[in-house]
């Protein structure tokens, strides 16, 4: 008896650690797979011995998330819901009642309070009885109205969520390891910690409510409370109604979303509840479920065995990583042949061996992770070489977490440089879809790319790159096409994407309708600068020059002047044109212009202003769907100002020459 109360004990401080590291943004000390394997063992060692400390997981709400607002109570506590891996619970649960399936949200609980009509706190769901004040990033959380019609008061409870492709690109981009996150869930617990909502905003975090708490209505059905919420201008988790007896079938289909990759919101469940919420409402508190509240469904993780081939390693920002490869088994109805090992720590912790047997899962039905390793056999290798730029790689630890990572010991590494390459591509800059930074990188760890211009040489690698793991021939030539179609741009775009540091768009423009392309090019060879030039001034020309003087910058730009058509436009603003004076905000698909950015560029030229919100000050909105039920339609219909089409304002206003 004794040693089980000691194990518990030691359970009970191991996953406590893992969860305040999980909960607060730190590096992850096990998977998902490993502590509910844990915690089941806890579960059934208190209920065999009765011995239940105080703060045992199994009887406490969560993690009380640190950040620097304020802690304050829950006006209604933020309890958690009982969790299961049986649909043979659920059904049970689900009595003849109707019920409500949806997904279980792998991110921050956030709850919002309203009164007459406009938002007036955020709480995190801390530990359940008490959360933090996050009102201040009000502005930074995409999905959060402000304003909302009902005029008295309102409590919503939803989830704060980071993407997978967001995630991947924001990681990949930090050059910190000790700022890298290891999931969305770990990086929006990390993201609404920070102090700065501009930073907040940039990492696109989104809510999503997944439950009506409190509203003075009487509206008794959980899918009318959700339908209401949607008319207020919340987006409401996917849902569907069933009952008991339809449970296995819609778990089921409902899986297969997950498996089939479609999803890029994180998950790690699904959630069942009772339509009747005065039924749900009234059941009791057993430790810190309320027995009616809800039901989470978590997967079962399925796990093969596989034999170690080798370990891949790819440079990524400032970091060297370990990927697994291993021979090809079947996981959850796909085939599976490689893992991430996360660092030489992660290496170590596991005990991957020069040879050894795997054990893979793919963690919450999406991400190939190894959790255990049998029948190693010697030392695995550290690379001695960076594999993008074969410099001489190091081995840190960091002082925070002591995690030891490889990293490449060249500053000018291209593999360090990812931003950049980011920025290249993107549509202020180049505009070439298909080249992800998770695909660029793994053209720079092939070798097929080291500086800009090669991009327009990878039609030499057609072989090597379709021979890769997810790129086939389709994708391959969609992305050819990307690139030559990029060849012709806007000198705009063109300086954007040389990343030259405090230009953007806005001084591109300023440039060009001052001197020209070719002017641009004369002023940074001869040193004369862009101090002349309105709205520049001494610090950004100064910085143009800078980066021209840079023999690494000026070669680069006279290869990519090699590859590319630089169109031939007239960027001056005209005294008197169509647009001067008036205010427009565009919004939606446009056709007459290739993109909004030429939209703007017009106006700007016409003598107008774009901004991005529908104000007082705003003389027309431009939406092609007019009749549109959109937050920016029904404001201008608030202030009444006239919505027109785009063939409208073409009508109104006139046909652009070529600009961005």
């Known amino acids: 008896m004794e040693m089980k109360k000691k194990r518990c004990e030691d359970l009970v401080k191991l996953l406590n650690e893992a969860s305040e590291a999980y909960y607060g943004g730190k590096e992850e000390m096990m998977s998902n797979y490993e502590w509910d394997a844990l915690f089941d063992e806890l579960t059934m060692l208190e209920t065999e011995t009765g011995y239940i400390l105080p703060d045992s997981p199994t009887h406490n709400t969560g993690y009380e998330e640190e950040g620097s607002g304020e802690k304050e109570p829950h006006e209604f506590p933020a309890l958690s819901l009982a969790k299961t891996k049986q649909i043979s619970e659920l059904e049970k649960w689900a009595e003849d009642k109707d019920i409500w399936l949806s997904w279980k949200l792998d991110g921050l609980t956030l709850v919002l309070t309203y009164d007459n009509g406009k938002l007036t706190k955020i709480l995190t769901r801390g530990n359940g009885t008490l959360g933090t004040n996050i009102t ?254 074969h410099a001489i790689t190091e081995i840190h630890i960091s002082e925070k977490s002591r995690t030891k990572t490889l990293h490449c010991s060249n500053p000018d590494c291209s593999a360090k440089h990812s931003k950049k390459f980011t920025r290249f591509v993107s549509k202020s800059g180049m505009d070439i879809d298909g080249l992800s930074i998770q695909t660029m990188l793994k053209f720079m760890n092939e070798g097929f790319i080291s500086q800009f211009s090669d991009i327009y040489h990878l039609s030499e690698h057609e072989e090597a790159i379709t021979a890769l793991e997810g790129f086939g021939k389709k994708s391959f030539d969609n992305m050819i096409k990307a690139i030559e179609k990029s060849r012709n741009v806007h000198p705009v775009n063109f300086i954007y994407a040389l990343c030259i540091p405090m230009i953007g768009v806005d001084a591109g423009k300023k440039m060009i309708a001052a001197v020209g392309f070719d002017g641009f090019v004369e002023r940074l060879s001869s040193g004369v600068g862009f101090e002349d030039v309105d709205g520049i001034g001494p610090e950004k020309s100064g910085s143009a020059v800078e980066w021209y003087a840079n023999d690494k910058n000026r070669e680069s730009l006279q290869k990519l002047l090699e590859e590319v058509n630089i169109e031939k436009v007239d960027m001056a603003v005209k005294e008197g044109g169509a647009c001067e004076g008036l205010t427009f905000v565009i919004t939606g698909d446009v056709h007459h212009y290739k993109n909004r950015d030429e939209f703007k560029a017009y106006v700007e030229s016409a003598g107008g202003k774009v901004t991005g919100s529908v104000t007082s000050k705003t003389n027309y909105l431009v939406n092609n769907d007019v009749n549109s039920t959109s937050s920016k339609n029904r404001k201008a219909k608030e202030l009444g100002i006239p919505i027109i089409s785009e063939d409208t304002f073409v009508e109104k206003f006139g046909s652009p020459y070529e600009t961005i």
Request: aromatic share 8%.
């Open 136 to 389: 201040y990033l009000k502005n930074a959380i995409h999905g959060i109205p402000l304003k909302i019609k009902n005029k008295g008061h309102l409590v919503v409870r939803g989830e704060a969520t980071i993407s997978y492709t967001d995630f991947e690109l924001i990681n990949t981009t930090i050059e910190d390891d000790d700022e890298k996150y290891a999931n969305p869930r770990n990086l929006a617990s990390g993201t609404l910690s920070l102090d700065d909502p501009e930073k907040v905003k940039e990492r696109h975090v989104h809510f999503t409510a997944f439950t009506l708490v409190y509203i003075e209505e009487n509206i008794t059905s959980w899918g009318m409370r959700m339908d209401y919420l949607e008319r207020e201008g919340f987006r409401v988790i996917e849902r569907e109604k069933c009952n008991a007896g339809q449970l296995t079938e819609v778990i089921e289909r409902w899986t297969k979303k997950v498996e089939s990759g479609e999803m890029d919101i994180p998950v790690d469940g699904l959630v069942i509840c009772y339509d009747d919420t005065e039924y749900a409402a009234s059941g009791s508190v057993t430790g810190h479920h309320a027995t009616r509240a809800g039901y989470a469904f978590k997967w079962q993780d399925v796990s093969a065995q596989s034999r170690l081939l080798y370990v891949e390693w790819s440079c990524a920002a400032s970091t060297i990583s370990p990927v697994a490869v291993f021979e090809p088994v079947q996981l959850e109805g796909t085939t599976v042949s490689r893992a991430s090992l996360c660092n030489i720590s992660e290496m170590e912790r596991l005990g991957i061996g020069k040879k050894c047997t795997l054990e893979v899962i793919k963690a919450n039905k999406i991400i190939p992770k190894c959790i255990a390793v049998t029948q190693a056999e010697g030392e695995f290798e550290i690379p001695k070489e960076c594999p993008v730029c």
